[in-house]
């Protein structure tokens, strides 16, 4: 510390010559002169170390006590900023130096399209045209880019893209690209498969793009039932006569074809003439008790709910933390609500209308959006004084039942 | 009342003799001693000096109150001199001290 400060003060060696070192180094210790690594030389002389701002009232004390010093050596930063001084070249050189490190650092000088995984339809040298549209590019300064934007209309040029980071480090920017995963071309088509039905009925019409038919229009099929198949036998394609021999291997295709059935599906709806329904009425009354283990004591309010028609809700919270060996002791808040029965008389008509509809939207939740609705038709199922209105509703359509199922 | 007085008196008796021992100044102040540390052979601090008389690179003597500290060895640096401190550096062989009265 003290060194440092030495340094920073700056301060010289000087040689003392004459008789009376002693007397010297008296003097400047009552003159209160910092003097230090007082040595004797090999020539007689004694050197030591002083302060620079010392170095006047030193001057008092040599003539003194009739000494002389010379200065030897001169350390410390005033002197080293005196030697800059008289060397303005050098110190404008090296100011020079760091700017110009600074301002060629903060240039572009390699762009680089970087992706984790192989990149197989983007085209580096596209991007980095692309890039350099909206200014990311060589020999540019970096505070003139927008990266956000250049990431953007790199998205939204190039469709292949499905993510982009573009980052500088240093003078390089790297443009990171991440490829959307496409599918093969052609990978699907060689997988055999069937079409199946994915659901119950009768067909329609069948158009076989590839495979072999296994179905005729009029044919009831079940789910799971193979439509077209995957396996086309040899010898034309068509259906295999009965009894023919099978020459040589089924050749393994994928199947494709639209297979349109009707498909019936039914929906059940009731509603009862006079409806009855539960509703609040506003009236709660609030009770407060504490349980104490086992034991419960009522602290405020009716134990039982006051009302003929209600319901209760209880609240718990306990009061001593968990882990305690006590019993618990919790507080338990019931909240009771009043409740009324009102009756609503709705006939035969509105009952009747609204079993339908019921019905209707129980069928149509199944119904898929693609089906062409052909038939409805609604049956009222007999009531045997139960005052329900019942209703039936079949909905008969036409759809595509095919869905493709590869073969394992 | 009178016993009271008494026991007042003792008691201020306790209390200046305790207040003394905690003012007890140290006799290298009160008498003007000095205060020599050593670190071995190598190193000596001297507190509470009177100026130096005599310094070669082997011999070294000290002036302090009422007499003077003379220290012989090789190659004696002064190391550091300040107004009431003095720290030698160097071989040190010998001390003497010379103190009169």
Known sequence: MKKLLHYLMGYVSITIKGDGVERFINYAIQRGIHIWDIHWKKDGTVKARVQLSYLKPLRHVARKSRCRFKITGR??????????????????????????????????????????EPVKYINSQMVKRLAAEKGVAVGRPKWLMDFKETEKHLLNNIPQLTWVAISAKGTKVEIEIVEKIMPEPGERDKSPGNVVAFKDGVITQILVMKGQPRVQPGDTVSKGEVLISGLVLPGGEGTPAEGQPISGQPEPVKADGIVRARVWYRGYGECPLVEREKIFTGQSTRALSLFLGDKEISLWGPEKSPYALGTSETVTKKINPGRSKFSPVEIVCKTYREQKVIEK???????????????????????????????????????????????????????????????? | MRRNKEFLKGQQAKFKSAFVNILEIPADIALNLPRITMLGNLQLNIENHKGIMEYTDHRIKIMVSRGYLEIEGKNLVLRNVQIDEILINGEINQIKITITG
């Open chain 1, 75 to 116: 350390v410390g930063l005033p002197f080293q900023i005196k030697h800059i001084k008289r060397r303005k070249t050098l110190a404008l050189g090296a100011m020079m130096f760091m700017i110009t490190l600074y301002l060629l650092s903060s240039f572009v000088f390699f762009i680089e399209v970087t992706s984790q």
């Open chain 1, 345 to 408: 008389n709705r006939g035969a008509e509105g009952a009747w209308n609204q079993a339908v509809q019921n019905a209707l939207m129980m069928v149509k939740q199944q119904i898929p959006s693609q089906a062409k609705i052909v038939k409805q038709e609604v049956k009222p199922i007999e009531e045997s004084g139960t005052g329900i209105k019942r209703a039936l509703v079949i909905i008969e359509t036409e759809e595509e039942i095919g869905k493709f199922l590869p073969i394992e």
